[in-house]
């Protein structure tokens, strides 16, 4: 039966599970967007196309499935390049639809002519366009395979006007096959062996291709085995932070205690992570040019094993796979004493830091982290704000952080639409400072027109806080383009139609917490905080004179 390139496509979309794709619609691919229509497949219109494209990332993660995205050519494209980034930064299944230019208009600069492949060759782990309507089942089912083996990521196909509108009788393909598990008794005994054979051993877990099947099976392993475990840059809900054997993650501003227990290990059991510059301290607790613990690599993708770390045992298999067979086949060792110190390390780096002012986001955080129903999902972007949630927060289940280990400003509020869409029964909070929010804040009509009824909770500090500290650390006192002139929050939530308060002593959070939840409506809680906070250590006035100190 002869169908336009369109409706190929949103069935062949259909055939690979899809339910839900994000875009911001375009004159270049109306064919895809009356395929869409008649697929049934719900389209979640966004604002602009980074938010859409973090939307689509942000399913990626708590689905395990690619995040479909659809954008136009040109302007399109390049606003979603952010979101595409994420993706692949943070190992993201996704697969991204261009509309393109017309064939026969190629060459010429033609109006928003890019091309895609040279434009996303370095970012995506595949980019290319579509030139017939007869392949485009082909080329879909290639593009979902490649975004989810091995290291998952983005993939982008564009798709040219005339080729999607055009028609053929092109017949559909299925759904990727099976992939039975790939985990061998002999590499079950190699990890056993080597791990036995340690006297500092530390677990690390991290990547996307995680499950909360995952989650149990690591938190049982540690238990039968007596081993402490890390984990990297915002996979806080790889494993549960209540847990004994839980000693803290390797991320940004990490407990200096973890740090030098990283660099004491003596063996490191690597499942899922990359173990890159966040984890190590900017390859300063690592380094891999020289000699150090011994490392056991377990990742999906065998061009990982080796690229930076040069691993005693490398395994390229699933993190999920490895996860449960070592579940059935813990070791033994005498580590209780040293498991006992690092969780003791992390309750201290626990106890709140005092920061100034009547709203104290310690307090804050450490009210959610108590009262928020156990699977809550939390996002958030990037910002000074973000690490007192990754240092007070208690991570209780897998899926319950949604936030970019590539370091996106503006990710938290799109990423928590995206959350509230998929499981609309659960408590879902966005944490965001005042430059992260005001990033991509335009997507409040997104939230309202779908009814995603997601709690933003903005940390007002007037600044850009991350680079200040930075400024005042290398440049003391010279303030240049960190000031923010900031709107009433609340007020700009109530105009989208949403639910808006302004906290200024967090004596009176959890009272607007529970009005927030109970109004049914995409909301905005705004703390106003003191100036002089900036950092969950240090004040900015502390920060300044440090800064001043190192310099003479």
């Known amino acids: 039966m002869e169908r336009h390139g369109g409706k190929i496509l949103a069935d062949q979309l259909a055939i690979q599970g899809v339910r839900r794709v994000f875009s911001v619609p375009g004159e270049s691919f109306?064919?895809?967007?009356?395929?869409?229509?008649?697929?049934?497949?719900?389209?979640?219109?966004?604002?602009?196309?980074?938010?859409?494209?973090?939307?689509?990332?942000?399913?990626g993660k708590l689905t395990g499935q690619p995040g479909v995205l659809f954008v136009t050519r040109g302007p399109g494209a390049t606003n979603a390049s952010a979101g595409i980034h994420i993706a692949k930064q943070d190992s993201t299944p996704m697969v991204v639809f261009v509309g393109q230019i017309a064939r026969g208009h190629r060459d010429r600069e033609a109006f928003q002519e890019v091309d895609y492949r040279a434009m996303f060759g370095t970012v995506a782990k595949w980019a290319c366009e579509v030139d017939q309507t007869d392949r485009l089942a082909e080329y879909i089912s290639h593009a979902f395979h490649v975004a989810t083996s091995g290291r998952p990521g983005p993939v982008v196909l564009a798709l040219p006007e005339d080729m999607l509108s055009a028609t053929s009788d092109v017949a559909d393909l299925a759904a990727p096959a099976a992939r039975p598990a790939a985990v061998s008794a002999a590499q079950v005994e190699a990890v056993r062996a080597m791990v036995s054979a340690a006297k500092r051993p530390l677990v690390i877990l991290g990547g996307s291709s995680w499950s909360a099947e995952a989650a149990r099976d690591a938190e049982r392993f540690a238990e039968a085995s007596g081993l402490p475990v890390a984990v990297t840059f915002r996979r806080q809900g790889h494993f549960d932070n209540r847990n004994a054997h839980y000693v803290g993650d390797l991320g940004v501003g990490m407990n200096p205690k973890l740090g030098a227990r990283l660099k004491a290990a003596d063996c490191l059991l690597v499942i899922g992570a990359r173990l890159g510059d966040i984890a190590t301290g900017g390859y300063e607790l690592l380094d891999p040019t020289v000699p150090g613990p011994k490392i056991i690599h377990v990742y999906p993708e065998p061009d990982e094993l080796g690229r930076v770390f040069r691993p005693d045992l490398g395994i390229a298999v699933p993190a999920v796979e490895m996860m449960a067979a070592l579940a059935d086949a813990p070791v033994r060792g005498d580590w209780a004493a040293w498991v006992a110190t690092g969780r003791a390390e992390y309750e201290t780096w626990q106890v709140p830091v005092e920061t100034p002012g009547e709203v104290k986001m310690e307090r804050v955080v450490g009210w959610m982290s108590a009262n928020l129903p156990e699977d809550a999902i939390l996002t958030n972007g990037a910002g000074n704000y973000a690490a007192f949630l990754h240092r007070y927060y208690r991570f209780k289940r897998y899926g319950t952080q949604v936030a970019p280990t590539s370091g996106s400003m503006g990710y938290g509020f799109p990423a928590a639409i995206s959350a509230k869409l998929e499981h609309p029964e659960r408590v879902v909070v966005c944490m965001a400072g005042d430059g992260c929010f005001q990033m991509t804040l335009n997507e409040f009509s997104t939230a309202v027109q779908h009814g995603a009824a997601v709690i933003v909770v903005v940390a007002?500090?007037?600044?850009?806080?991350?680079?200040?500290?930075?400024?005042?650390?290398?440049?003391?006192?010279?303030?240049?383009?960190?000031?923010?002139?900031?709107?009433?929050?609340?007020a700009l939530a109530r105009a989208y139609g949403g639910h808006g308060e302004v906290v200024t002593d967090d004596a009176d959070f959890a009272a607007a917490f529970g009005r927030a939840v109970a109004s049914g409506k995409a909301s905005v809680i705004e703390l106003r905080l003191d100036p002089e906070m900036l950092s969950t250590g240090m004040t900015l006035s502390q920060t300044r004179a440090l800064g001043e100190k190192e310099r003479g």
């Open 30 to 59: 109306l064919a895809a967007l009356d395929g869409l229509y008649q697929s049934g497949i719900e389209n979640i219109v966004c604002r602009q196309e980074g938010g859409a494209a973090m939307m689509a990332e942000a399913y």
């Open 460 to 490: 007002n500090n007037g600044r850009y806080g991350t680079i200040r500290m930075h400024q005042e650390r290398n440049y003391p006192g010279r303030v240049s383009g960190t000031d923010l002139a900031n709107p009433d929050f609340a």
